[in-house]
């Protein structure tokens, strides 16, 4: 069975700080991606990354793909109380294999 | 485009009643993937309809089962429901992309089981 482990669970800081979260894995997967979802909301898919080492920017938020793909993170730079959320990542393994394996996510609060 | 959609939104139902859930995904994309969100256990996948046939099965009991129509559209069916089936049901559409299936989550149905 894949499992995806997320750390923290909850993360609570001021604006303006620096944060990472990370997505762990015994498993090898195709694909990762990281989605935000906000209360009572789908996940919103923010980034895929399929290469082993691959790093995608967006604007104020690094991605990153594990060599051996079992594992990722997330930095936020210069967080803000829009980034407010519960951020999931997921691993997919393409093909005809149509579902996700979703980590249980990362609570993140930004306080102004 | 427009986005997936779900109805309903909201639904109150008592234990032992039945539940159908709607899902139109974006247009274009023939995969549609159900998924149950608890607290306690996260995003659960259910199962995945490609091109009108189930593809993916997760696991979970025989109750909760689905179907997908010639134009993509999906619903899912609880029969017999209990509390624990109290959850936000999300259906995701998708196209294949390099490496995986990128999926576009609808905005889910909040389901209470009383």
């Known amino acids: 069975t894949q499992l995806l482990e997320q750390s923290p669970q909850f993360l609570s800081i001021q604006e303006g700080e620096n944060l990472t979260v990370y997505c762990n894995s015994s498993s090898v997967f195709s694909s990762l991606q990281w989605y935000r979802q906000e209360p009572g909301e789908g996940p919103v898919l923010l980034v895929t990354?399929?290469?082993?080492?691959e790093v995608k920017k967006l604007k104020r938020l690094t991605f990153q793909f594990g060599d051996a793909r079992k594992d990722s993170s997330l930095h936020i730079t210069a967080a803000q109380p829009g980034d407010t959320g519960l951020y999931l990542c997921a691993g997919g393994n393409g093909g005809s294999q149509g579902n996700l394996i979703f980590g249980k996510g990362t609570k993140l609060s930004v306080k102004p | 485009k427009a986005g997936v959609t779900q109805t309903p939104r909201y639904l109150i139902k008592t234990r032992g009643q039945q539940v159908t859930l709607s899902c139109s995904p974006i247009s274009g994309h023939r995969s549609v993937s159900w998924y149950q969100q608890t607290p306690g256990q996260g995003l659960q996948f259910l199962f995945e309809y490609f091109s009108e046939t189930q593809r993916n099965k997760g696991n979970f009991p025989g109750r909760f089962s689905g179907r997908q129509f010639s134009n993509s559209r999906s619903e899912m069916n609880v029969s017999t429901l209990e509390l624990g089936d109290s959850a936000l049901y999300l259906c995701a559409s998708s196209f294949p992309s390099l490496g995986g299936y990128e999926q576009y989550f609808g905005p889910g149905t909040r389901l209470t089981v009383t």
């Open positions: 990354v399929v290469t082993g080492g």
